[in-house]
């Protein structure tokens, strides 16, 4: 039983699919920690991971190194390749517009409300992605998925 156990792990370990979009999304995060810390004069890690947005976007990096990883592995024609293609446009369309329009009007609504009470709740304002750090994610996921595959 522990060599079929042990069996998975080495092939969820082995498969580039898992590792690289993984390891993207970590390199991502990192970035944004060390980004952020610069930007603001100041480390918080609470900060960046409250929210989801930042530089570079690491929902961009996992998607698009697991289509590049896609690519490379089973062929740029292939179906898969331009499933996850879709799939990646549509998370990186999301990032940059639906959950960045989200974000810009918490901060209008926290604006408005000045916070009268303890009962008051601020909005997440930290979300979504300008197209500059969609772009930085997508360049981030290609480069670590054609290193590593």
């Not at 690289?20 to 918080?44: C, D, I, Y």
């Not at 990096?61 to 289509?67: R, T, W």
């Not at 390749?81 to 209008?108: K, N, P, T």
Request: charged share 20%.
């Amino acid at each position: 039983m522990l060599d079929g156990i042990g069996d998975f792990f080495v092939k969820v370990i082995d498969n580039k699919a898992i590792t690289v979009p993984a390891l993207a999304w970590l390199v991502a995060q990192t970035l944004k920690v060390a980004v952020e810390s610069v930007r603001h004069r100041g480390f918080s890690v609470a900060k960046c991971l409250k929210g989801s947005g930042g530089m570079p976007s690491a929902h961009t990096a996992y998607i698009v190194s697991l289509a590049t990883v896609i690519g490379r592995v089973r062929g740029w024609d292939n179906l898969e390749f331009g499933l996850a293609v879709a799939i990646a446009i549509i998370i990186m369309y999301d990032a940059a517009g639906v959950r960045r329009a989200a974000g810009q009007h918490a901060e209008v609504l926290n604006r408005m409300s000045g916070g009268n009470g303890a009962e008051d709740k601020r909005l997440n304002e930290y979300m979504g992605h300008k197209p500059i750090e969609v772009a930085v994610g997508a360049v981030l996921g290609i480069a670590l998925a054609m290193a590593l595959t």
